[in-house]
């Protein structure tokens, strides 16, 4: 997440604790920031941190961000 913040990227991961009381996807992650046109952003809603970073991180490459493995 340093490199993202580094190249103006704001992210933000959320755990719901009522979600994950009910069985539901209580994790979500947001980007957004300076390399993303105006009103842009990527987000999922998921199981787990991996589970979102499954989802996000090939987005977030084809929008040229570079992210280490």
Same mark, same amino acid.
């Given at each position: 997440?340093?490199?993202?913040?580094?190249?103006?990227?704001t992210?933000?991961?959320?755990a719901?604790?009522?979600?994950m @009381? !009910? &069985?539901?996807q209580?994790? $979500?992650?947001v980007a *957004?920031g %300076?390399?993303? @046109? !105006? &009103?842009?952003?990527?987000? $999922?809603?998921a199981v *787990?941190? %991996?589970?979102?970073?499954?989802?996000?991180?090939?987005?977030?490459?084809?929008?040229?961000?570079?992210?280490?493995e």
């Amino acid at each position: 997440m340093e490199s993202l913040a580094e190249q103006g990227v704001t992210v933000i991961f959320k755990a719901d604790a009522e979600r994950m @009381r !009910e &069985g539901m996807q209580p994790w $979500t992650f947001v980007a *957004s920031g %300076a390399p993303f @046109r !105006e &009103g842009l952003l990527v987000r $999922t809603d998921a199981v *787990s941190v %991996a589970a979102c970073l499954d989802v996000c991180l090939p987005q977030l490459r084809a929008f040229g961000l570079v992210i280490p493995e």
